[in-house]
T-cell receptor, first 111, second 114 residues
Framework: ELKVEQNPLFLSMQEGKNYTIYCNYS?????LYWYRQDPGKSLESLFV?????AVKQEGRLMASLDTKARLSTLHITAAVHDLSATYFC???????????FGKGTTLSVSS | DSGVTQTPKHLITATGQRVTLRCSPR?????VYWYQQSLDQGLQFLIQ???????AKGNILERFSAQQFPDLHSELNLSSLELGDSALYFC?????????????FGPGTRLTVL
C-alpha cells in the first residue's frame, strides 16, 4: 500500500525562525506535490517537483525532492504569521490516476 | 481562485437522505477527481473521471456514485447518508499529462448529516 508520511504533524513556530517539514513516501514516483490549506478553505497548489534533485522556491518557502531517499522537504525561512496553515505533500498513485496525500502538517506561527 | 467551481458550499441534511454535489472543472481540463476530507480519515481519493468516462476508483462507498457529463461538469451523488458521511468534499481537475498530474481544487462542499 502506498504511504505518504509527514512530520511533524503539528508545528508551533516563532516569527523569524526557520524550520523544515519532512515528507516520506513509499512509491517509486519521481513526482511530488505540495499544497497549502487554510482552515475551512480549499487546497492551493504550492510546488510541483518533477525530478530527483528538483528545488523550487516561492517567498519564504523552499521545497526539494530526493527520489532516491523518497523524501521531500519544505523549508520555511524566517516564518511570518501569514504562513500559518496546513501543508500537505502528495504523490501520484501507481496508476497515475489520483494523488495520495499525507496527513498534513499544521503550522502555527506566533510573535 | 483555482478556476474550479463547486456547488453548494454548504449542505445540511438528515440521515437516510440523498444529495448531489456539483463540480465544474477549469476550462480545458478533461479530468475531474473527487476527494473526501474528514478529521479522522484525512484526504481520501474517491473517484476520477476523464472526458466523461470513469478512470479510477478509490475509497468510494457503494452508496456513492458519480458521473461526468458531455460539458465536463461532474456530479457526486451520496445516498442513504450516515452521520459518518459528514465531511468536506472537494472536486479537483487537471490536464492529466503523462508528465505530471498537478490538480487544482475547488472550494469544496461541506456536508453535515444530522
Amino acid at each position: 500500500e502506498l504511504k505518504v508520511e509527514q512530520n511533524p504533524l503539528f508545528l508551533s513556530m516563532q516569527e523569524g525562525k526557520n524550520y523544515t517539514i519532512y515528507c516520506n513516501y513509499s512509491t517509486t514516483s519521481d513526482r511530488l506535490y505540495w499544497y497549502r490549506q487554510d482552515p475551512g478553505k480549499s487546497l492551493e497548489s504550492l510546488f510541483v517537483l518533477l525530478s530527483n534533485g528538483a528545488v523550487k522556491q516561492e517567498g519564504r518557502l523552499m521545497a526539494s525532492l530526493d527520489t532516491k531517499a523518497r523524501l521531500s522537504t519544505l523549508h520555511i525561512t524566517a516564518a511570518v504569521h501569514d504562513l500559518s496553515a496546513t501543508y500537505f505533500c502528495a504523490v501520484d498513485n501507481q496508476a497515475g490516476t489520483a494523488l495520495i496525500f499525507g496527513k498534513g502538517t499544521t503550522l502555527s506561527v506566533s510573535s | 481562485d483555482s478556476g474550479v467551481t463547486q456547488t453548494p458550499k454548504h449542505l445540511i441534511t438528515a440521515t437516510g437522505q440523498r444529495v448531489t454535489l456539483r463540480c465544474s472543472p477549469r476550462s480545458g481540463d478533461l479530468s475531474v477527481y473527487w476527494y473526501q476530507q474528514s478529521l479522522d480519515q484525512g484526504l481520501q481519493f474517491l473517484i476520477q473521471y476523464y472526458n466523461g468516462e470513469e478512470r479510477a476508483k478509490g475509497n468510494i462507498l457503494e452508496r456513492f456514485s458519480a458521473q461526468q457529463f458531455p460539458d465536463l461538469h461532474s456530479e457526486l451523488n451520496l445516498s442513504s447518508l450516515e452521520l459518518g458521511d459528514s465531511a468536506l468534499y472537494f472536486c479537483a481537475s487537471s490536464v492529466q499529462s503523462v508528465h505530471y498530474n498537478e490538480q487544482f481544487f475547488g472550494p469544496g462542499t461541506r456536508l453535515t448529516v444530522l
